[in-house]
């Protein structure tokens, strides 16, 4: 089985620009989860999806980052414009709907 | 109320040892608390997860002890090997509108000698 996938897995960028991750997550999980996790800390839950609706944002900066995920299958996550404390891993994760979820890679994020 | 607590922030032991990794939160509607392993450059994996009607689980080298009444829990490796030099998160979660939602600990460095 496939794992999560994400894209790209290293990006540097200056301050006050956009950037976007891409997140496949496994075939058939209905739930997707963006998190950010900035070094030396736990993952922090950003967005969380079911299918193609929103479950929970509460923790996301709306002011300036964004996510969608059209067809209830990949997703996407958007920072305009990126701040310095942007800088850390973009983790993406899913779940089939039991509570195990299962992690990418991630992105990790440098704003210079 | 939603944060997990965690320590030590980094522990050292030798092949062989029984490292504890300690847990502690507030939210008593948490019922799901799994630990999950992170290697450099990969997201962290699930290793063993428990749920509040049991005090303690074994999978393999890896236990969780858990005391609700005290609002803790913990990780013990038996026998560790150097290829457990990771990175562990604690976390937590409650059912409901929040289903899924994992509120992480700030994570253990582990490293384990030859």
């Known amino acids: 089985e496939a794992g999560v996938a994400q894209s790209p897995r290293y990006k540097i960028i200056e301050k006050r620009q956009s950037v976007a991750f891409w997140c496949n997550p496994i075939?058939?999980?209905?739930?997707l989860y963006w998190y950010q996790q900035i070094l030396g800390q736990g993952p922090k839950l950003l967005i969380q999806f079911q299918n193609n609706g929103v479950v929970d944002d509460s923790q996301l900066p709306k002011d300036r980052f964004s996510a969608e995920r059209l067809k209830g299958v990949d997703s996407t996550l958007k920072i305009q414009p990126a701040k310095l404390e942007d800088s850390a891993v973009y983790l993406c994760?899913?779940?089939?709907?039991?509570?195990?979820?299962?992690f990418g890679p991630g992105t990790r994020l440098t704003v210079l | 109320q939603q944060q997990v607590k965690q320590s030590p922030q980094s522990l050292i032991v030798q092949k062989g040892g029984i490292p504890i990794i300690n847990c502690a939160y507030e939210n008593t509607a948490f019922d799901y608390f799994p630990w999950y392993q992170q290697f450099p450059g990969k997201g962290p994996a699930l290793l063993i997860a428990?749920?509040?009607?049991?005090s303690e689980k074994k999978e393999g080298r890896f236990t969780i002890s858990f005391n609700k009444s005290a609002k803790q829990f913990s990780l013990h490796i038996m026998d560790s090997q150097p290829g457990d030099s990771a990175t562990y998160f604690c976390a937590a979660s409650r059912g409901g509108t929040s289903y899924g939602k994992l509120t992480f600990g700030q994570g253990t460095i582990l490293t384990v000698h030859p």
């Open positions: 428990i749920r509040p009607d049991v």
């Open positions: 994760a899913s779940s089939f709907g039991g509570d195990e979820q299962f």
């Open positions: 075939s058939g999980h209905a739930t």
